[in-house]
């Protein structure tokens, strides 16, 4: 019997679980296929899947499942309503599963957290396992040993982050979702030319989410989003330590839209809001960019 | 006429949707000592001044209501009033807070949602913060009358969006309604209220209709403000009346308040191979309406929401993927504060051809 392949889309979801369904597959042996880089056909594919309002990241997650849906048995798209009330997502979490299942016609591995109704990521990761026919203990070790890994993995991104804000470069905050920063056509250009121009950059959401969500409340005391919580929080972290931030969001973020102006109206930082739309307009980022950095650089000098 | 009231200084203010301003505003006159400001009407103005003073690519409610909250700030309001969850709503008071303070007033928000929950004892702590007089016995007895109007009004407000279209009096509903907001305002007891339901409901029944028994019948569905709001829709409800149909509507305060609880769990069920979980606001709720719209020989189904809003977003490919199977006709609208009314009438009157055109 050929061994069970499961798809990941490199997109949303998988850059908050990417350590731990990996440690988690490979422990219980099973072939993991993880969709490539975003590139321009997978952006293509996605435009046609969706409708022009939905949110740029979620077209790309959908060009990201339609490379997957023949080339693997399974595609793993879990449900993220909350981590407890005050932990909300957004709901494009929620509706991913069934937006998937009623777009195109595949398999799909599903689990589902809502910690306000007991439904743990533990739990998620044991359903997966045995709907793929594992023994319960089996999965349960599996799930504890990913869990562990990927955990020691955050504290090593933790302590990067701690070194980085040493650096005696000019230091810039990067707020935005990992899934945005880290996309081959959305985030991986500025931090591209971040780089060109000598900057240290620090994304938000690499630091200890535990610290980072607390702190989130001195900025706003009323936002329940988990994933914004986490990176605002971030900015209270490392206030006086950074000389600049970035937002970065996907056009129309429904979060972003509203956090992100109502931190901007808090902060008294040079700031720069980049909105992500156009892929095609990545070189008026760039002049953005260059000016940014100037005007942080002065800003600097004078003090 | 404004009577003297034991802290003059006090004005409340809310933002505002549909009818429901008057429900509001009897609650809090009888529960407060405070003055309560005539919430203004929402006019071109009030969306400009929303726009203005926005983030680009929020969800256009939040600028019909804070374009209400400057316009009341203008006329001396200084305690909002603001609620919502569910969805982004629930976020709004923070931000509208920090703007309206940036733009330089002086006012106190009450915001009865803490991170987008209902906490009963913040609502109370906030409302003994306006009026230190603030009796929760009296608020309990004033709130189980305004459950009661709202759903009244609820009711009479099914009966005439289903049969409005047929009126042989030009504007005979829409006065008697008037009336009788008018007069629930103005009552004391429940009983009071009640007996007054029940009067106008058989005067509005009586109503002149000249309803033909195959009239077209409409489902209209969507996000929650945009319908409940006629003015962020462009009337479309008075629009598609006017073409002689009869129009369905599930959204509306009474819902939303005590039956969406229990229902949300049977639209997931009832549209089940469609869709196996909720999907934030009222999104699955609307996939179900779809699917029963369908099996009930409705003659069209129209969907409408304002721009950005992202769980009806995510809702309408598996709504349009219902119709389609159904062979159901399906009209999109999505309301932005620059729709051309123009086009919004086109678009129905094109679709209104199409559902009469297959009735034959």
């Known amino acids: ?303 | 006429m404004k009577t003297q009231k034991q802290n003059p200084n006090i004005t409340i203010a809310f933002p505002r949707m549909g009818n429901y301003d008057i429900p509001a505003k009897y609650l809090l006159t009888n529960i407060f000592d405070v003055n309560i400001e005539d919430i203004p009407i929402i006019t071109n103005k009030t969306i400009e001044l929303g726009t203005r003073y926005s983030p680009e690519f929020v969800c256009t409610p939040f600028k019909y209501t804070i374009g209400t909250l400057i316009e009341s700030l203008e006329n001396g309001a200084n305690v909002l009033i603001q609620a919502g969850g569910g969805c982004r709503y629930g976020y709004y008071s923070e931000l509208q807070e920090q703007i309206l303070k940036d733009m330089g007033y002086k006012f106190q928000f009450i915001n009865l949602m803490s991170k987008g929950q209902k906490s009963l004892k913040k609502i109370y702590q906030e409302l003994k913060k306006v009026d230190s007089n603030f009796n929760p016995i009296k608020a309990l007895y004033y709130l189980i009358i305004t459950i009661k109007m709202v759903k009244y009004m609820d009711k009479v407000d099914d009966y005439i969006r289903e049969n409005i279209g047929f009126e042989v009096v030009p504007n005979s509903f829409i006065n008697l309604q008037k009336e009788m907001l008018n007069s629930f305002y103005r009552s004391k007891t429940n009983i009071d209220l009640y007996f007054k339901y029940k009067f106008y409901f058989k005067k509005i029944k009586k109503i002149k209709i000249n309803k033909p028994s195959n009239h077209l019948k409409i489902g209209l569905i969507g996000e929650l403000y945009t319908l409940m709001e006629p003015f962020s829709n462009y009337e479309l409800e008075r629009e598609l009346a006017s073409y002689g149909m009869s129009i369905k509507r599930y959204t509306n305060v009474y819902y939303l308040l005590f039956q969406k609880g229990r229902m949300a769990n049977k639209y997931v069920k009832y549209a089940k191979e469609y869709i196996t979980y909720k999907m934030g606001a009222d999104a699955a709720d609307n996939i179900g309406r779809t699917k029963y719209l369908c099996k009930h020989n409705y003659d069209g189904i129209i969907h409408i929401k304002s721009t950005f809003c992202t769980p009806e977003i995510g809702a309408m490919p598996i709504i349009s993927k219902i119709c389609q199977e159904h062979k159901m006709p399906l009209l999109f609208f999505s309301f932005d504060a620059n729709t051309s009314e123009v086009g919004i009438k086109t678009r129905v009157e094109a679709f209104y051809d199409m559902i009469e055109g297959r009735r034959q």
């Open chain 1, 1 to 303: 019997m050929d061994k069970i392949k499961i798809g990941i889309p490199r997109s949303i979801p998988y850059y908050y679980f990417d350590k731990k369904w990996t440690y988690y597959f490979e422990k219980l042996n099973i072939e993991v296929i993880l969709s490539p880089k975003t590139n321009k056909k997978i952006i293509n594919d996605g435009l046609n899947y969706t409708n022009d309002e939905m949110c740029l990241s979620l077209k790309i997650y959908m060009g990201h499942v339609n490379y997957l849906k023949d080339k693997c048995d399974y595609i793993l798209i879990p449900r993220i309503e909350n981590y407890g009330v005050a932990d909300q997502t957004c709901t494009n979490f929620l509706s991913l599963y069934d937006l998937v299942k009623n777009t195109f016609k595949v398999k799909v591995l599903n689990y589902n957290i809502v910690l306000s109704k007991r439904e743990t990521e533990e739990k998620g990761f044991i359903k997966i396992g045995k709907s793929l026919g594992i023994k319960t203990s089996v999965c349960k070790r599996a799930y504890v040993y990913a869990k562990a890994m990927s955990e020691k993995d955050k504290k090593k991104k933790h302590l990067m982050n701690l070194k980085k804000l040493l650096s005696s470069k000019l230091k810039i905050l990067m707020v935005g979702h990992p899934y945005n920063i880290e996309d081959e056509y959305v985030g991986l250009p500025v931090l591209k030319t971040l780089e060109k121009l000598n900057i240290e950059w620090i994304n938000a959401y690499d630091f200890d989410s535990s610290i980072t969500n607390k702190l989130s409340s001195k900025l706003s005391k009323d936002i329940y989003w988990k994933y914004s919580k986490e990176l605002i929080g971030a900015i209270k972290f490392v206030e006086d330590k950074i000389d600049g931030i970035i937002f970065v969001s996907s056009f129309p973020c429904g979060p972003d839209s509203l956090v992100n102006d109502l931190v901007i109206r808090k902060i008294n930082f040079p700031y720069l809001n980049l909105v992500i739309d156009d892929l095609d307009s990545l070189a008026g980022v760039e002049t953005r960019l260059e000016s940014f950095v100037d005007i942080i650089e002065n800003a600097k000098a004078k003090s």
